[in-house]
């Protein structure tokens, strides 16, 4: 029995809403993952693509290639993935209203977060083991291979009509090829040895090239041509007698060209010097290395160019710089009286000594701050690398509290809003972090600021999604800011009133007619009162301001008129009902509802003459506005009364 409670108390933590979020989660996440996996490999092999073309490589070598390849790519492919994971998983859940019934059964979004939450942790160590462990072998095999793909010689692709020179010492020209059979046909050879005399033309009928069985030569077979070679003129310059070439006739020739067609991968031992190829232990001890390496030859660099009296001072106990200042100047070395008495050799030679002794050494010097430059960069590449372990592996939370909220907020699933969001995201994000990590490696930057900027710019925009994500907030809801931008330029937003199949209440035309008829003489005897058509007070307007009850009341009334008449059967009064403006009570009153602000932009006299411009456009809108409402409900009164009769 204890045994038994102990299982069911554990399976307390496991709900079925969790087993059911996690499987939803986890086959995108595998989906995404290799869709990410694909286009990051695809944008690595145009990089390379140079190194893999026409060197006939095996399928083997390929296969290798794109094995350790995507391998280093892997640890930057799980942040998008799971971002884009999240993204379809969660919104998908809004979209079929899935956590609308979670949150109805009283469960926080933060608790339907927390599996995902977990399987995201566990992800994120997963990838830190695999960078540490996997991704530094991967990076070392895969340097190998690509340093020995471009040592490796070009495959024998001879094309027509144009020369070509692949092969080292030779520029071959054919004007016709028999892809059947191989041979070549009007063949046109240059061959240049060590110098011009050594120069020879070949011209043959046909030819055939093949590889040795060892693949270490080139084997060339010509039929029936001719050999031009250069002959190194002897005799005198004035000797016009001499031949200047040799010419030789054949009738088939073949020869061997030295041209390595194997291909072998260097020693992947020989990179392990670079941070790409080293885990946390050996980058930590790198790092160790190189910064005590670069304290000795500061060291040495300082007793070799350090000031050589001011060493000796130091052994004679005398270490104060106001003793050594003192000791110079009390014995001055008159310069420019050694140099009179000199003749004007010594002057050529002192001279002469000076300049190449300067010259030495700032030619020593710039050597010692290129290498001091190198092993500092070294030294950063290393720090760099192993703060990138961390922060890659962190990026897999972020995105994870970037993506769950926002798809809840969005409540869009499939592959067409999350995939835009997460694109933006994760291009804002790569920008960041390759800024960073570029201006780390030249020493503009701090290492640990630069390649931590991108997360402490993502991790507040995570934090503050999920906060408004947990209170429900319309943060990214389209119709708010419909409303928002349609208020701020004054856009008009127009009726959509169609005729409704099913009637539950009938249009009472005895009790709509009066009404209509008294709202039209209130908008006639509003406008005659108020004169719209009128310029504004600037100080009413900013400063006293005052409640337009009547257009209030009038607009009230209006939506009160237009409810019971949309449910009329007569087409074209629904259609009329459409042409009526919806009125805005306040547009033509003040700019802002706060008193305060109205008062601050009217003393700010620029802003306030623009703003006061645009309550008078609304006054004037308001004006037209009662002019067409008078014209509508004149023509619904009519139709009314026709259909009474």
Not at 454 to 469: H, Q, R
Not at 491 to 501: C, F, G, N, P
């Amino acid at each position: 029995m204890p045994v038994f409670s102990t299982r069911a108390t554990h399976m307390r933590y496991i709900k079925k809403m969790d087993i059911f979020i996690l499987k939803q989660f986890s086959l995108l996440f595998a989906g995404t993952f290799f869709i990410c996996l694909f286009i990051f490999m695809m944008q690595f092999l145009w990089r390379y693509v140079e190194d893999l073309i026409g060197k006939g490589l095996t399928f083997d070598v390929l296969a290798k290639f794109f094995f350790y390849a995507s391998m280093t790519l892997v640890p930057i492919s799980i942040p998008l993935a799971l971002l884009l994971a999240a993204l379809i998983s969660f919104g998908n859940m809004g979209e079929r209203l899935e956590l609308l019934a979670m949150k109805a059964a009283g469960i926080p979004l933060i608790r339907i977060l927390r599996p995902v939450f977990i399987f995201s942790v566990a992800v994120a160590f997963g990838s830190f083991y695999f960078q540490n462990v996997v991704a530094p072998e991967s990076s070392k095999q895969l340097a190998a291979l690509l340093y020995s793909m471009r040592q490796k010689s070009p495959e024998l692709e001879i094309p027509e009509g144009i020369f070509y020179n692949e092969i080292p010492g030779y520029n071959l020209f054919v004007e016709r090829k028999d892809m059947k059979s191989g041979m070549l046909y009007s063949l046109m050879i240059y061959t240049q040895g060590t110098n011009f005399d050594d120069t020879q033309v070949v011209l043959a009928d046909s030819g055939r090239i093949q590889a040795t069985e060892d693949q270490m030569h080139l084997k060339l077979t010509l039929y029936d041509g001719q050999r031009f070679r250069n002959m190194q003129n002897t005799g005198s310059a004035l000797d016009k007698s001499s031949v200047p070439y040799l010419r030789e006739t054949f009738k088939k020739e073949v020869d061997l060209i030295p041209f390595d067609n194997n291909f072998s991968v260097m020693d992947a031992n020989l990179f392990n010097d670079n941070a790409q190829t080293k885990g946390l232990k050996m980058l930590s001890r790198g790092i160790d290395s190189i910064r005590h390496y670069l304290d000795s030859v500061g060291h040495v660099q300082y007793e070799q160019y350090g000031y050589s009296f001011l060493k000796a001072t130091r052994l004679r106990g005398r270490a104060d710089s106001a003793d050594i200042v003192r000791r110079v100047t009390e014995t001055p070395l008159d310069f420019d009286s050694v140099y009179t008495v000199m003749n004007d050799n010594d002057h050529s030679n002192v001279m002469r000594s000076a300049l190449n002794n300067v010259r030495n050494g700032q030619a020593q010097i710039e050597l010692m701050r290129d290498y001091s430059y190198q092993c500092n960069r070294s030294w950063r590449i290393h720090k760099l690398e192993r703060h990138k372990k961390y922060a890659l592996s962190l990026a897999c939370l972020m995105f994870f509290f970037i993506g769950a909220p926002l798809g809840a907020i969005i409540r869009k699933g499939g592959l067409g809003v999350p995939i835009v969001i997460s694109v933006v995201f994760f291009i804002f994000y790569y920008m960041v972090n390759i800024s960073g990590e570029k201006l780390s490696k030249s020493g503009d930057w701090d290492v640990t600021f630069g390649m931590w900027l991108s997360s402490m710019v993502l991790a507040p925009i995570g934090a503050w999604l999920t906060w408004k994500s947990n209170q429900d907030s319309a943060v990214f809801n389209v119709e708010a800011y419909q409303r928002f931008f349609r208020k701020l330029f004054g856009l008009r937003q127009k009726r959509a009133i169609v005729r409704k199949e099913v009637i539950m209440n009938e249009v009472d035309s005895e009790k709509l007619i009066p009404q209509l008829q008294q709202f039209n003489l209130d908008c006639a005897a509003y406008s005659a009162a108020r004169n719209l058509w009128r310029m504004p007070n600037y100080f009413r307007i900013f400063f006293r301001y005052e409640k337009d009850t009547t257009v209030i009341a009038l607009s009230d009334q209006l939506e009160a008129l237009v409810e019971d008449l949309s449910n009329s059967r007569d087409n074209r009064v629904i259609a009329a009902l459409n042409e009526i403006p919806i009125l805005v009570p306040d547009a033509h009153t003040r700019p802002f509802s706060n008193p305060r602000l109205n008062n601050l932009i009217g003393i700010l006299f620029p802003v306030g003459i623009i703003l006061w411009i645009r309550i008078w456009r609304y006054r004037l809108r308001l004006w037209r506005d009662m002019e067409q409402l008078q014209k509508q409900c004149t023509y619904i009164i009519e139709r009314l009364k026709t259909e009474q009769l």
